[in-house]
């Protein structure tokens, strides 16, 4: 379909779809709240923040799409409107955001909400050739800047995301859980918002210290624990070995491989996929 086409589809899906299918357990009713809670949750945060309105017109296609399949999965019963309204309001400043420990430590890591400071490096890094082989390309300055704050603003709407990790007082990546908010093609995946993958990146000059697996560790027993969740997947391009022994030491098993949508067609979209579930830790530990 071309991009016209789909402009027109979210216009039908929130002004008319959403509104004539409206549910009893359904936070909202209006075509203007639909619209709110779907294109804050493709933008991870206040849409106005990303673009001006009318977003129909000025939304930069892909994250479109992502309001669009979230709108598709609330329709279809896959998502939870309730808790995607819960996200969108604990940004907007509408309800107390979730609330998150101040730290979380093992010796001498620490995992941590993001700070202004950890820009630079997490920029370093993400320019890393090396650090990115497993992605289609390096982050810009501006790429990495957003997806630090989009990290951060995780902790605001559910109370867990991706920690910070600080090691000798230095920022040297992230690792930790997150919601997944574009459908992926496994099961599981195609619940948008309920489906929770553990996530890693950390300075190459970090690596070999089991600083990944430690900080995993810590956050899956947070996340059991403070937030009960007790399932999470992991995913990586098939041939990122070093992602992979992450997984299989935290005790994460081996459930398939996908086609990661987001990636260009090539060798590395293909992706293998891990789980966890709260029985399987027990029997890791
Ligand atoms: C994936 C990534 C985080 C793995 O880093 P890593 O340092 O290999 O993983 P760990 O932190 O678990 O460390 C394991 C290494 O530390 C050693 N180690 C030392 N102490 C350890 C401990 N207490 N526990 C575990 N391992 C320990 C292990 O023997 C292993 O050594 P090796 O490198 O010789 O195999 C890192 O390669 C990375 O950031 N890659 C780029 C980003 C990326 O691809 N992310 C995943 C995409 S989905």
């Not at 991009?3 to 027109?8: E, G, I, L, S, W």
């Not at 004539?20 to 991870?44: K, S, Y």
């Not at 195609?190 to 000059?205: C, I, K, N």
Request: hydrophobic content about 45%; overall charge positive; proline content about 9%.
């Amino acid at each position: 379909m071309n991009p016209a086409d789909r402009r027109t589809h979210w216009r039908d899906l929130v002004e008319r779809r959403l509104p004539e299918a409206v549910r009893p357990d359904w936070p909202v009713r209006l075509d203007h709240c639909f619209a709110r809670i779907l294109l804050d949750n493709a933008c991870g945060g206040p849409w106005r923040d990303h673009t001006r309105p009318p977003a129909h017109a000025t939304m930069p296609l892909g994250q479109l799409e992502i309001a669009i399949a979230l709108g598709e999965a609330v329709l279809a019963g896959r998502a939870d409107l309730a808790l995607l309204n819960r996200r969108s309001l604990a940004w907007r400043g509408k309800i107390a955001a979730a609330p998150v420990p101040e730290a979380l430590r093992d010796g001498d890591l620490t995992l941590r909400r993001w700070r202004p400071e950890d820009t630079a490096p997490f920029a370093a890094l993400n320019a890393d050739p090396a650090v990115m082989a497993h992605f289609p390309r390096p982050r810009t300055e501006a790429e990495s800047a957003a997806e630090a704050g989009l990290c951060d603003r995780r902790f605001v709407a559910d109370g867990f995301g991706p920690w910070a990790l600080e090691h000798a007082g230095r920022f040297i990546g992230f690792a930790g859980p997150m919601r997944i908010l574009r459908p992926l093609p496994f099961p599981g995946g195609d619940r948008p918002g309920t489906t929770v993958e553990l996530a890693w990146r950390l300075a190459r000059e970090a690596w070999g210290h089991g600083f990944a697996t430690r900080a995993a560790r810590l956050a899956l027993a947070d996340l059991a624990g403070r937030c009960r969740i007790r399932s999470v997947v992991a995913f990586t391009a098939v041939g990122n070995d070093r992602s992979r022994a992450v997984m299989e030491r935290l005790g994460l098993r081996p459930a398939g491989t996908f086609p990661h949508p987001a990636v260009p067609e090539g060798p590395l979209r293909v992706h293998v996929l891990y789980r966890l579930d709260c029985a399987d830790r027990e029997e890791a530990a």
